[in-house]
């Protein structure tokens, strides 16, 4: 596709529900990336897959976040029991690949990673 | 873990006038990010400094890197209103190839 692409744009849920947010991105990409933009936190990093890899989930805020990725391509963000903190922006980047391969093959370019529009979760 | 600075995170100039914006980080990155957003929109990559003297410009943008002093800062020359924006500086240095963001500079530009 011409850029990645979110869904939905926009999800409004209950305190309790599940939800899941889509990730599509550039084709040929094999890097893909999950942050979060909220007003008291900013930007942060969530998860990170390369290609199938299994994930290092790490940098998920708590257990009822996980993520998955199907056939190296499109991705999903699965927050279970959604509580008013996770209310924000999802924003999801993808890249050629990940940086930690581009210095194990010893070579040097810049990676860019490329945002999606993002999908805004508002928690009442 | 690296940590971004930068500042100011809010800044209201007049059209004309010239300003810069500041990012500090505290350990070693090879490679650092400029990005701008629009209210509502997602992320445009606007420069990518890959090394240490490394200077990018873009019409009234101009973006430097320092890495022996861990600073880059994005230089707005003349400004006017359509550079009205928030402006994030985000070095590589995450342990997954992530970006690490700076809190950001909330730009606004008046007539």
């Known amino acids: 596709g011409a850029g990645v692409s979110q869904s939905p744009s926009n999800k409004v849920t209950e305190k309790g529900k599940d939800v899941e947010l889509r990730c599509d991105p550039i084709s040929g990409h094999t890097a893909l990336y999950w942050y979060r933009q909220s007003l008291g936190q900013g930007l942060e990093f969530l998860i990170y897959?390369?290609?199938?890899?299994?994930?290092?989930k790490s940098g998920l805020p708590s257990d009822r976040f996980s993520a998955e990725r199907t056939g190296g391509s499109v991705s999903t963000l699965t927050i279970q029991r959604t509580q008013q903190e996770d209310s924000a922006v999802y924003l999801c980047?993808?890249?050629?690949?990940?940086?930690?391969?581009?210095?194990?093959?010893?070579?040097?370019?810049?990676?860019?990673?490329?945002f999606g529009p993002g999908t805004r979760l508002t928690v009442l | 873990e690296l940590k971004v600075e930068q500042n100011p995170l809010f800044l209201s100039m007049q059209e004309g006038k010239n300003y810069t914006i500041y990012c500090n980080y505290s350990t070693t990155s090879d490679r650092l990010y400029w990005y701008r957003q629009d209210p509502g929109k997602s992320l445009e990559s606007l420069f990518v400094?890959?090394?240490?003297?490394a200077v990018k410009q873009e019409g009234r943008l101009m973006a430097s890197l320092d890495t022996k002093a861990r600073l880059s800062t994005l230089h707005i020359t003349a400004a006017v209103h359509d550079l009205s924006a928030t402006y994030f500086c985000?070095?590589?240095?995450?342990?997954?190839?992530?970006?690490?963001f700076g809190k950001g500079t909330k730009l606004s530009v008046k007539p």
């Open positions: 400094l890959l090394s240490n003297g």
């Open positions: 980047a993808s890249s050629l690949a990940s940086d930690s391969i581009i210095r194990f093959a010893g070579h040097r370019y810049h990676n860019e990673q490329f």
């Open positions: 985000a070095p590589s240095g995450g342990s997954q190839g992530n970006l690490i």
């Open positions: 897959f390369q290609g199938n890899s299994a994930p290092d």
